[in-house]
């Protein structure tokens, strides 16, 4: 037996290895708030065991930071933020910290520690151009939306994206290819990706889990003496679903130093949630960003509560179980949730010990305090009281009409049929389907289906198949699309045919119709006529559109051969290279969209 004191609200990881061999790494939360004692039991002679033990994230009391001196910071100017980690975008959370460049493009980064190059991304959206560092404490680093690349490396990845005939590359990099030392130059800032500005989008990973964890842990050199500003609190029914009720909400006041709801705030059930809505800042810097921590006590008691150390990209659509979905998606602001959905499995909610309400088991007030914090441990507390009226209205609900999370969900009629996983739902919503008894014309082969609200959030993909309600000529049959507008926003998938029906998935709610597309995509050369002489030139662009909101895929090639495009949005520019050597050439722009269309276009130019 190894016995092993950890400090409260820590977590633990412990690896062993026997030579050569590695054991799986042993994980032992600590949520109960105390100092507490484990025993790991070792099946194999623990004189020959070397023991790697490393409290992640959490180490000391609580609501202390420990800062972690092992990376420096990858930008030589002022460090500042634009966003931190654990911020609500839609649909996740933020999963590392947007560093501040100045509003500049193209300032030279360098890598924070040792270790090796690991991966190379590039994509038109998402994070651009990013490079990942390995470094041998076992963490990854990440540095998205770059421009570019140190020579060598970006010599490199031009020889796969030829060898691989595509711009939009995932390349692992062998471990001796590329290493790098602390204060290496690896590369430019920039703006690439699904950016809105210039900026570095910069995380801190573990390496074996790839779960993002939060960098202002480490000891970067950001000043923070500013504790987070608390707007309101939200009480909600849990007799009821989330999706179907306005929860009591308050403003916050603050007074004498903390923040307070005068009086008890009056609800008619025995079981509630709470959520918060809430911001932190840093010195000097006026932008709100998300905040850290909290948790909630009734009395003395903790009954609940979150921390946002570490999440995984398999958990951070969980946000829209974090957070009331339906009023952030009506214009309203953030709430977050101090005990989970019950179909959230997100493992934020330690403090919360598996609940998911309150009791309200007297009808006196019910004394609270929410202790709110931010990474540096700045504090900012609130102190309400909830009281439960004698009566109790919760709604009645028909249990056999509504999907709960756990359980599966089928809607099957004539016309339509959507199924939905064990995880679509976070908490229970009334399975419904509203038809727009619209006449099926033109491209249409079906009426307008609107599927449950477009409010409800859902993790899983599921699947729609519409029967089509008129004959579609043959022309037409490998060229369905199953259209889908939620919040006024469209989006087109490709039709699967099936039985008598068409399918696609999707991960929202809204209006879906069967329709089909017969109009390829059109491709525009700027300022390139047939027989032009380009010598003056130093690139090419083209442009592709199309009816429907997505392309599915270009291709490039001047004289029968690929070439690298660089793509922003519908936009494609390709900068000449030693494959364009002066003479005559043909380039030839093929491009197809969802539905199977396709288009070609060639134009010959003197260079």
């Not at 360098?110 to 041998?136: C, Q, T």
């Not at 923040?259 to 959520?275: L, Q």
């Not at 309400?384 to 028909?398: A, E, G, H, M, N």
Request: charged share 25%; net charge positive.
């Amino acid at each position: 037996m190894l016995d092993l004191r950890v400090r409260s609200g820590s977590f633990l990881r412990l690896r062993c290895s026997h030579g050569r061999t590695a054991y799986p790494a042993i994980q032992h939360p600590c949520p109960n708030f105390a100092s507490m004692q484990i025993s790991v039991p070792l099946r194999i002679q623990t004189s020959l065991i070397l023991f790697s033990i490393q409290v992640l994230i959490s180490s000391g009391s609580l609501g202390q930071t420990a800062r972690l001196p092992f990376f420096t910071y990858p930008l030589k100017v002022e460090p500042r933020l634009n966003a931190n980690f654990g911020e609500m975008r839609p649909n996740h959370f933020h999963m590392g910290l947007d560093l501040f460049t100045l509003r500049r493009e193209n300032l030279p980064m360098y890598a924070p520690a040792d270790g090796h190059v690991s991966r190379i991304k590039i994509e038109a959206g998402g994070f651009g151009n990013a490079l990942y560092i390995d470094h041998p404490n076992g963490a990854t680093t990440l540095y998205a939306h770059m421009n570019g690349f140190a020579e060598e490396l970006d010599r490199w990845v031009d020889e796969m994206q030829y060898q691989q005939e595509s711009w939009a590359v995932d390349l692992p990099v062998p471990p001796g290819r590329f290493p790098v030392k602390r204060g290496q130059f690896i590369g430019w800032s920039g703006n690439t990706g699904a950016s809105a500005g210039p900026h570095v989008h910069f995380e801190i990973r573990e390496t074996a889990t790839e779960k993002c964890l939060n960098p202002l842990r480490y000891d970067f050199p950001i000043p923070d003496n500013v504790p987070p500003d608390l707007f309101r609190i939200a009480v909600y029914d849990r007799n009821r679903s989330i999706y179907d009720q306005a929860p009591v909400m308050h403003a916050l006041r603050k007074a004498s130093g903390d923040w307070s709801v005068p009086g008890p705030i009056k609800v008619t059930t025995d079981k509630i949630n709470i959520a918060v809505q809430a911001t932190d800042r840093m010195s000097g810097i006026p932008n709100a960003n998300g905040i850290f921590e909290t948790r909630l006590y009734e009395g003395d008691r903790l009954v609940g509560g979150f921390r946002l150390d570490s999440i995984g990209y398999d958990e951070t659509r969980y946000l829209n179980a974090h957070i009331d979905h339906p009023r952030r998606t009506s214009g309203g602001p953030w709430l977050q949730f101090l005990l989970p959905l019950p179909g959230d499995r997100s493992a934020i909610y330690a403090y919360a010990g598996g609940r998911h309400f309150i009791s309200l088991t007297e009808a006196r007030p019910h004394d609270f305090r929410l202790e709110v914090f931010d990474v540096a441990g700045n504090k900012s507390v609130a102190r309400f009281s909830v009281q439960r009226l004698q009566r109790i209205d919760s709604l009645p609900q028909r249990y056999e009409e509504r999907l709960h999370p756990g359980q599966y969900g089928i809607i099957d009629t004539d016309e339509l049929q959507v199924v939905l996983s064990d995880r679509a739902l976070y908490d229970s919503a009334r399975l419904e389907v509203r038809k727009t008894e619209a006449a099926s014309v033109g491209s249409s082969y079906s009426p307008l289906f609107e599927i449950m609200r477009q409010t409800i959030p859902v993790h899983d993909y599921f699947t729609v198949r519409i029967r089509p309600n008129r004959p579609i000529p043959p022309e037409a049959v490998d060229h369905m699309v199953i259209s889908k507008v939620t919040r006024g926003v469209r989006q087109v998938r490709k039709a699967t045919r099936e039985k008598d029906g068409y399918m696609a998935s999707y991960r929202d709610f809204g209006s879906f119709r069967l329709e089909s597309d017969l109009t390829p995509p059109s491709i525009s050369f700027y300022g390139l006529q047939d027989g032009a002489h380009v010598a003056s030139r130093s690139s090419l662009v083209f442009s592709t559109s199309d009816n429907n909101p997505s392309i599915r895929s270009v291709r490039a090639e001047i004289d029968g051969s690929w070439i690298k495009c660089v793509r922003r949005g519908n936009t494609f520019t390709y900068r000449f290279d030693r494959r364009c050597p002066p003479g005559r050439h043909v380039l030839t722009v093929m491009a197809e969209d969802e539905a199977g269309n396709k288009t070609t276009r060639s134009v010959v130019f003197h260079r």
